[in-house]
């Protein structure tokens, strides 16, 4: 579903944020990123959301090489990919409905499937009553869910979240995890950028480290390993 | 586009003006300024070239043929210079016609004394003439040289230097008016895209948002062609409205009040004015919101 191969991101400055890196996930796996800043984590997020190009090596995702995407093709392909951000990036001017719809009226779904897919996808994240509500009289978590409605009502192939727990307490952070847990058991790819130890420990899935934009470990059912 | 997009945009580029409500308002007044100054000179011009055209329709050039010229020769010269481009009509004018008209702008009429002088001669027995009227005085120099290459023609008469002076007048203000358009049109172009950079400044985390979740470019821009063009159309149907009035107001007084201006001009009536002046005007405002648009969307939103 995703593969990086040799690819580096060297920026004008010099500095490499990504060095020679070959990752390759599967379709449906669930997959921690993790490291500490500077590592390359959100370099790596928007390498896959072709935000940025990798100076060298090749990305391919769901079998389309990022080096031959024509502009004009970019938003076919991030359709095929949520994000959740770390700070949720709602639009406070728009309630938790219009959020969500938001997702939908920006790749031209028609209104009817709008009304018909937001409010279950609300009551899968747990939000259904607050579906009135503005983004300002919600809970972290609650914000958090919202993001995550947003970047699941299209259906896509892989969710990717950056730093999804990083505003939130444990207990908050675990009901995403679990709730990222159940849209991973139904086929979507999940890759998580974070540095949450304790949720990756819990979690018990696979989890590449990233050290100074090279891997440094990739363990299928690993834990977070502290940097020396 | 599909329907419901186009609704969303369209919805979208209201709220934008909503949002960005002193911008937006900066830029139809200037838009309505630019556009009101363009009306008065439209009308100015359209007004002047009505005039310099009556000057023009009166100005003749006469074709004299040879001595002795018989009727088919001349009726042959008659059939050439109606084969030239640059024609509009023509009359005969025979030596008794222009004999005629000479005793009455010369002698006012006074046939008793030109009888007792000149008797039953007529002096300009070889002066019958075509009368020539031009489609296009500019070009009258080449006219002139291809009547006097025909066979058969003795002189040519024109009024060149009144023609001349025509031309470069009609020219003069033509250049005037294309610069001052040209120069309304970067002020409104800048104020446009000024208004679009801000709205696109306000609404960007929404923008980047849009992008991340696969918006096609088309329906980022949207919204913020439909604010410039809504700008421009606003900018240009405003001083439409006032010129309306204004016109008709200030050519009312004008002939009213000031005698010698009436008997010298023949006021083009508004309806005739806006016959061009209001697509123009409106094509104007809307291209310039478009375009504004376009240019600064194209610039800021590229991802």
Redesign the interface.
């Known amino acids: 579903m995703v593969q990086l191969e040799h690819v580096t991101m060297q920026y004008p400055t010099g500095k490499k944020a990504l060095d020679n890196v070959s990752l390759h996930i599967n379709k449906g796996d669930f997959v921690f990123i993790v490291g500490s800043s500077g590592s390359g984590k959100t370099t790596l997020i928007k390498l896959l ?1 072709k ?1 940025i190009n990798p100076t060298d090596g090749e990305i391919v995702v769901d079998g389309q090489q990022y080096s031959k995407l024509k502009r ?1 093709e ?6 095929k990919i949520g ?1 959740v951000f770390q700070n949720f ?1 709602l ?1 406070k001017d728009r309630t938790v409905f219009e959020n969500v719809a ?2 939908q ?4 779904r ?2 009817s499937e709008i009304r018909r897919q937001v409010p279950g996808t609300l009551t899968m994240v747990g939000l259904a009553k607050q579906y009135k509500q503005y983004p300002k009289e919600l809970s972290g978590g609650e914000q958090q869910r919202v993001a995550l409605a ?1 970047a699941i009502v ?1 259906q896509p192939e892989i969710i990717l979240a950056d730093e999804p727990t990083g505003n939130l307490d444990p207990t908050n952070s675990l009901e995403i995890m679990r709730l990222l847990e159940d849209i991973n058991k139904k086929g979507t790819t999940v890759v998580v950028v974070t540095h949450n130890k304790e949720i990756v420990n819990l979690m018990q899935k696979r989890v590449v480290t990233l050290k100074k934009g090279k891997i440094v470990s990739d363990e299928e059912k690993g834990g977070y390993k502290d940097e020396d | 586009m599909k329907i419901s997009t186009l609704g969303y945009s369209i919805k979208q580029g209201l709220k934008n003006i909503q949002r960005n409500l002193l911008f937006s308002l900066a830029s139809v007044g200037t838009m309505i300024a630019c556009l009101f100054l363009f009306g008065i000179f439209y009308s100015i011009i359209l007004n002047m070239e009505h005039e310099v055209k009556d000057i023009q329709s009166s100005l003749k050039v006469s074709v004299f043929f040879d001595e002795g010229a018989s009727e088919e020769q001349i009726a042959q010269i008659g059939t050439e210079i109606m084969k030239l481009e640059n024609i509009a009509n023509m009359n005969y004018i025979s030596a008794d016609v222009a004999w005629k008209g000479y005793i009455e702008d010369v002698y006012q009429g006074d046939n008793e004394y030109v009888n007792s002088v000149f008797g039953d001669d007529n002096p300009l027995a070889n002066s019958s003439s075509y009368e020539i009227s031009l489609k296009d005085v500019s070009r009258q120099d080449v006219t002139v040289k291809q009547l006097e290459a025909i066979s058969g023609v003795r002189k040519v008469n024109s009024s060149d230097g009144t023609a001349k002076a025509l031309s470069a007048l009609i020219k003069l203000l033509s250049y005037i008016s294309i610069g001052v358009i040209a120069i309304l049109l970067l002020v409104s172009l800048f104020l446009i895209s000024n208004t679009i950079t801000i709205g696109i400044s306000v609404r960007k985390e929404e923008i980047a948002i849009m992008k991340l979740i696969g918006a096609k470019d088309i329906f980022v821009r949207a919204p913020f062609l439909v604010e410039g063009v809504f700008i421009g159309l606003i900018g240009s149907l405003i001083p439409l409205i006032i010129m309306y009035f204004v016109y008709n107001a200030m050519t009312g007084y004008l002939a009213a009040h000031f005698e010698l201006i009436a008997n010298m001009v023949q006021f083009v009536t508004v309806g005739e004015v806006f016959k061009g002046l209001a697509p123009i005007s409106i094509l104007m405002g809307v291209g310039v919101g478009f375009f504004g648009s376009l240019l600064t969307t194209h610039k800021h939103l590229r991802v």
């Open positions: 959301l935000e004009k970019i938003p076919m392909l991030r359709r994000v990036r639009l938001f997702a009226q920006v790749i031209e028609p209104m947003r299209n």
